[in-house]
């Protein structure tokens, strides 16, 4: 049972370069979402999709994109990557239509990001 | 603004009790949930409460009052396992999830 799946683990990136993380879930669970961990901070959410061919914008999304093309997949583009978006980045999915509403979150084991 | 506030660092001594208190100011309220997390690991799902009241889980319990926006989180015969952050969140009234910063635990032998 895989759950979700993030790739890479970890990548070193010059800056302005462009850069895909990967997100897969095999739950088929309707919601997912990207957050940022920094230390001495919450987990920050940057982009969500409540159900394939939907998403919204978080608390962070400057910088970011997304697509939800099919359930399962959920990937975080860096158009062009700076120093501050030097952080780990979680992948997450919950049974939910509404996103936090009472839905456990699941995450993915996380790919930290060194910006340089 | 929406505001989780948590402790930075607790140490305890395994074996022993220790309580995590989490305080809050957000918009709305649809619950509050605990998580784990492990150094370098996701966070994992600990526990929901939306009514007031102690919510018991084996070793975990947690406890809510919305009227003075407060949780806590009490560790019962602590492990040394159970040495992990701590990350208390909130669900908003557009039920996305305010995230406190996270209590680092230190259990000692």
């Known amino acids: 049972i895989a759950g979700i799946t993030q790739a890479p683990t970890s990548q070193i990136l010059a800056a302005g370069r462009r850069m895909t993380l990967r997100c897969t879930q095999d739950m088929r669970h309707n919601a997912m979402y990207w957050y940022r961990q920094d230390l001495g901070l919450g987990l920050r959410l940057i982009h969500y999709s409540n159900t394939a061919g939907t998403t919204g914008k978080g608390e962070v999304p400057d910088g970011y994109s997304v697509s939800r093309a099919n359930t399962d997949d959920f990937p975080l583009t860096l158009a062009s990557a700076v120093p501050s978006q030097t952080s780990v980045y979680f992948c997450?999915?919950?049974?939910?239509?509404?996103?936090?509403?009472?839905?456990?979150?699941?995450f993915g084991e996380g790919s930290r990001l060194t910006v340089l | 603004g929406q505001n989780i506030d948590q402790p930075t660092e607790m140490t305890a001594t395994e074996g022993a009790i220790v309580q995590i208190n989490c305080t809050y100011q957000?918009?709305?309220?649809?619950?509050l949930f605990w998580y784990q997390q492990h150094a370098g690991e996701a966070p994992t799902f600990l526990s929901y409460n939306v009514l007031d009241g102690l919510e018991e889980k084996g070793r975990f319990s947690s406890f809510l009052s919305r009227s003075k926006g407060y949780s806590y989180l009490l560790l019962k015969e602590l492990q040394m396992k159970d040495s992990a952050s701590y990350l208390c969140a909130v669900s908003d009234s557009n039920y996305q999830l305010i995230w406190g910063a996270g209590t680092k635990l230190i259990i000692k032998p």
């Open positions: 997450a999915s919950s049974d939910s239509r509404t996103g936090g509403d009472t839905g456990e979150l699941f």
């Open positions: 957000t918009s709305g309220f649809n619950g």
